[in-house]
């Protein structure tokens, strides 16, 4: 499979399977985060792999109701970050860019080998720090469920999100994100 195909089967589902994770997988998915571009190859990144049952539950606990289908996960991947790991350069933080590249490699190659890696925002981030040991001062950015795409539709999805699972959800045109030679002078 090429990058092209990796990237448009990229998709978020939420309708998921157990699939085996093992050391030998994340340690495969940290190396492709490894290899992320950085500033001054600061690599300020820092995720947190969570596969044991029981450290998934007490994860699991820190998803709201809408996330709930996010407990079918196999793996949970914790993205944290903090200012002080990467460049400031004339009021820009570099962090969160730099960590969601690295984030981007790993869902790409997750992708890549068949499973289904969904970034969330809905959670509570302080929970996810205590129960993980994130430092204080450090955010959690996202946490990346993954597990293998359910042929069937989960029962705990709402209407809005079947319908996502169900087909693309649609995307913006280009002139509404993508200028030449000036802000706002589109295609």
Excluded at 87 to 97: A, E, H, P, S
Excluded at 126 to 137: D, S, W
């Amino acid at each position: 499979m090429d990058l092209k195909e990796i990237v448009e089967k990229r998709r978020a589902y939420r309708s998921l399977e157990h699939v085996d994770i093992d050391d030998g997988l994340i340690k495969e998915i940290a190396e492709y985060a490894r290899l992320s571009p950085s500033c001054f190859n600061n690599q300020p990144w820092r995720f947190v792999f969570v596969y044991a049952r029981d450290a998934l539950n007490e994860v699991f606990d820190a998803l709201p109701k809408g996330n709930a289908w996010a407990k079918h996960a196999s793996l949970v991947i914790a993205v944290a970050s903090t200012e002080e790991l990467d460049c400031q350069m004339k009021g820009r933080n570099y962090y969160l860019f730099d960590t969601g590249m690295a984030s981007a490699y790993m869902i790409l190659r997750l992708t890549e080998i068949g499973l289904v890696a969904h970034p969330i925002a809905g959670f509570d981030e302080q929970k996810v720090k205590e129960v993980l040991g994130v430092p204080q001062n450090h955010t959690v950015i996202t946490l990346i469920i993954v597990g293998e795409k359910s042929e069937g539709i989960s029962p705990v999805l709402s209407e809005k999100q079947v319908e996502w699972e169900r087909s693309r959800p649609e995307r913006l045109t280009l002139e509404k994100f993508a200028f030449k030679n000036a802000f706002g002078k589109g295609f």
